[in-house]
């Protein structure tokens, strides 16, 4: 925001806001916290600052907290990429340093989703939902806060001590701060909160005086070990994707070449089509995938193409389907490659480059080997017949694809 002010003066709220890259309400309250923090911005024909910037701020009414240097520093960040100013001097004892990663695990968590589908908010609650709240005080003693329509469902799946409903944060979207005032009521003021959290949230409970962090390893450890349960969900998972995939490629087996292209029923073959037969398995199995890939050539070269219109005979399909389970919320993922009519001879040198690379990476695998190393091997593998990878180090000779 500063550095749109400084960089074009005269310009009106609507302009401003299209500048920052803002809401008009976002505007207003940043304008606010930069008056707060020292900064003379004045509105006569338009935003000005009125004298030379000062990174410190110039108010002494109030003692800076963490966020205020947050904020210096982000300013101080777009000012400088913005080429607007450095000072080579005092670079170095101006701006805040940037604080250590705390990784205690200790503090209580609060939990916001992001959407239906967020990983985190899932594997804390069991509970898939698109607005609520969740907040660990301690092991066994955690909360789960949700609209009155959901108030039921909660009881009856999600894995928590204690479910509560409350009207007014669903209605007004203001979980942070019944997160805030929950936490003043037990006397805590710092707590962590999940890296999908939305920016939004992460304000709201710093605004409301929660010295709130992000815990960048929250449940990486936990993943890491699968109960019985959960392994067996992921095998359902994958089970669900080979069904998927097999009814693609019999819907591929069973169509005619025709001028270049696939004919089934009486009409081209489509990616729509083995769309509709793949989602159609997966739901009669409880799992669902919206984005999978089902893509002739040659566009199927682009990769994440998820595939549109007649398939091509002749030539690559790629088939990508990564199924979610609509109750466990685990997910498979199986990816084939199938050609329907004659195999191309470099089609065939590709396949060959595939199978041995992925020996050689099977191979290289044993414990205590590092992750690298079969990924390096199946790079190797790959180079060596002639291609090239994105990794460092293995990316071919000149001219490889």
């Known amino acids: 925001m500063l550095a749109a002010i400084i960089a074009e003066p005269g310009l009106n709220p609507l302009e401003l806001a299209d500048k920052a890259g803002v809401s008009e309400r976002t505007l207003r309250r940043d304008l606010v916290q930069l008056r707060e923090l020292g ?90 939902v698109e607005s609520a709240l969740y907040i660990r005080f301690a092991a066994n003693d955690d909360v789960l806060v949700t609209s009155p329509l959901e108030f039921d469902r909660a009881r009856t799946q999600a894995r928590v001590a204690s479910v509560v409903e409350d009207r007014e944060a669903y209605v007004h979207q203001a979980w942070a701060r019944l997160a805030a005032r929950m936490l003043r009521d037990r006397g805590i003021s710092e707590a962590r909160v999940s890296p999908n959290l939305k920016a939004i949230h992460l304000d709201d409970l710093r605004a409301s005086g929660v010295d709130a962090y992000v815990d960048r390893e929250l449940f990486v450890a936990e993943r890491r070990h699968k109960s019985a349960e959960e392994a067996a969900a992921i095998e359902q998972a994958q089970k669900a994707a080979e069904a998927a995939v097999v009814e693609v490629v019999r819907g591929l087996a069973q169509a005619e070449v025709r001028d270049g292209f696939l004919w089934s029923n009486g009409g081209p073959l489509t990616s729509e089509k083995l769309y509709g037969r793949a989602q159609q398995t997966l739901g009669d199995l409880g799992f669902t995938c919206p984005d999978m890939i089902i893509a002739g050539s040659p566009e199927c070269a682009l990769p994440h193409y998820r595939g549109t219109g007649p398939i091509k005979a002749n030539a690559p399909v790629i088939i990508d ?65 002639g291609y090239a990878t994105t990794t460092k180090g293995f990316e071919g000779n000149e001219g490889a694809a």
């Open 39 to 128: 900064y003379e911005v004045a509105y006569t024909s338009g935003y000005e600052v009125q004298e030379k910037l000062n990174l410190e701020g110039r108010s002494k009414q109030r003692q800076r907290s963490r966020g205020d240097d947050a904020l210096l520093q982000a300013v101080a960040q777009a000012v400088e990429s913005a080429g607007l100013w450095r000072d080579t001097e005092r670079v170095g004892s101006v701006l805040p340093k940037r604080p250590k990663t705390r990784r205690s695990g200790k503090d209580p968590l609060v939990l916001i989703p992001s959407g239906d589908a967020d990983a985190d908010f899932v594997y804390a609650t069991n509970f898939a």
């Open 321 to 385: 389907i990564f199924p979610t389970s609509r109750t466990t919320h685990f997910h498979g993922d199986l990816t084939r490659t199938v050609v329907v009519g004659d195999i191309s001879e470099e089609v065939r040198r590709m396949h060959a480059a595939i199978l041995q690379a992925l020996d050689a990476g099977i191979e290289s695998i044993a414990v205590g080997v590092p992750c690298q190393e079969p990924h390096h091997a199946v790079c190797q593998v790959l180079v060596d017949r």
